[in-house]
């Protein structure tokens, strides 16, 4: 009897003895990567903000942390990292996860330092970081979408006037509740109100969470359930009953598609507004002024005007020196990679719909897992070890719309930009000015 699996001519092929070999290893990584909570470890206390109020917003907060003992993780990578000691696409995918898993112990270890940033880096990237060669930069794109939608900022952009709805967080809690028992049944995620949340809501592995005293309108219903539960949820449940338990866990080596792929199923699903977008440009922008030496109340300065909020503007300087120093030139770069991982996704989208490869943009909810690890995922699946993902967003499960504005709009990138732009700046000049109530919409 043969000891290798079946599977397709063109498929790598593995061993029943090497596959027990990986599993081990990926067994060996979800342990421990558990320790690892990042998230988690540059959380801040709410007596952080509380003391910063009460001194009135114009000394540097105070924030300790606690470094992560990073002796046990290096142990059970290397244990990993025994196993897999082959050729192919799985051995390379699970040694990329290890060296992951245990740079950010790493990071964790240097919390609250200078190094910190350095591992936060390597991890994360910058708002520097070139896109696939393109000569082009998170940083660039946050800056168009600062330049384009800036101008949005004071008009009526909703044929209703903007009087939008607005709810409660316990009434946003009892219509999220029928939307995900609706998506995912029996392993709906809990919709919690709670007194206490740095942030409007938050999302774990099982549960939302939604602040008691915050208001919320009809797009942050939409964008919490396409992002967080859709996306974050979703795969997280899937990953959980694939026989490579690493594609349940969240961790660093996934982050940059996952969050990719969520900001993404907000815009294809209708969810995303440009308030949303330039949150998370601003963020993207702040990250680079805390790189070139801006300090905690710089970025909150900076925030406040842009936002006219002073809790969000903390919340949103937070975000940028969490783990780091709140001296600036050591941010945590994390926030940086939603829209460098919306590129990514877009750009891989487009390309799997032009090369008929529909699986491949499925199995991107098997788990968490990133784009460049198609090539170990489409193996695992080809051996059977990596089941179809049970839960999916809407547009992906019915891929009708999606694939037919791919298909189109990769049709413009062949237009010559300038010439087009050069025509219609030209046209609209020769239009009437707007109304004086500046409304787009019945006015």
């Not at 990567?33 to 109020?53: H, K, N, Q």
């Amino acid at each position: 009897m043969t000891t290798d699996i079946p599977l397709p001519p063109a498929a790598e092929r593995l061993s029943l003895a090497e596959v027990d070999k990986l599993r081990q290893a990926a067994v060996l990584l979800r342990k421990a990567e558990r320790p690892v909570r990042i998230l988690r470890a540059v959380a801040w206390g709410p007596e952080v903000a509380e003391r910063f109020f009460a001194q009135g917003a114009k000394e540097l907060p105070q924030v300790t942390y606690t470094p992560l003992d990073v002796a046990p993780v290096r142990e059970g990578v290397a244990a990993a990292r025994a196993l897999t000691d082959g050729t192919g696409a799985v051995h390379d995918w699970l040694r990329r996860m290890a060296g992951v898993i245990e740079t950010s112990a790493q990071m964790l270890g240097a919390i609250g330092t200078a190094d910190f940033f350095k591992y936060s880096l390597e991890l994360f990237g910058s708002p520097q970081t070139e896109l696939l060669g393109c000569d082009v930069r998170p940083l660039d794109l946050a800056r168009t979408l600062d330049s384009v939608l800036g101008a949005f900022t004071n008009l009526n952009v909703t044929m209703d006037g903007g009087d939008l709805q607005r709810f409660t967080a316990d009434e946003l809690a009892e219509r999220m509740r029928v939307v995900l028992a609706r998506h995912f049944g029996e392993n709906a995620p809990a919709v919690q109100v709670v007194p206490h949340l740095s942030a409007k809501a938050l999302a774990g592995s099982s549960y939302i969470r939604l602040r008691a005293d915050a208001t919320f309108s009809d797009r942050d219903l939409a964008q919490l359930i396409q992002h967080e539960a859709f996306v974050h949820i979703g795969t997280s449940i899937n990953g959980a009953t694939q026989p490579f338990p690493i594609l349940g866990a969240g961790h660093a080596g996934t982050t940059r598609t996952q969050e990719g792929l969520a900001v993404f199923a907000e815009l294809i699903s209708g969810a995303m507004d440009p308030s949303r977008l330039l949150r998370l440009a601003d963020r993207t922008i702040a990250i680079q002024m805390s790189m070139d030496g801006a300090d905690f109340l710089d970025l909150y300065r900076y925030f406040r005007e842009r936002m006219g909020d002073d809790f969000q503007a903390f919340e949103n300087a937070r975000r940028v020196v969490r783990g780091g120093l709140v001296t600036g030139r050591a941010p945590f770069t994390k926030d940086s990679v939603y829209l460098e991982g919306l590129v990514k996704v877009h750009n891989f989208l487009r390309i799997a719909v032009q090369e008929t490869r529909v699986d491949c943009i499925r199995l991107l909810f098997a788990g968490k897992v990133d784009i460049e690890d198609m090539p170990a995922i489409t193996t695992l699946a080809a051996h059977g070890l990596c089941t179809f993902p049970r839960f999916l967003p809407p547009w992906a499960k019915d891929l009708r719309f999606v694939l037919s504005y791919i298909a189109y709009s990769s049709f413009l990138n062949r237009m010559n930009l300038e010439r087009v732009r050069d025509h219609y700046r030209a046209l609209l000049s020769l239009c009437a000015p707007q109304a004086a109530t500046a409304d787009i919409g019945q006015g």
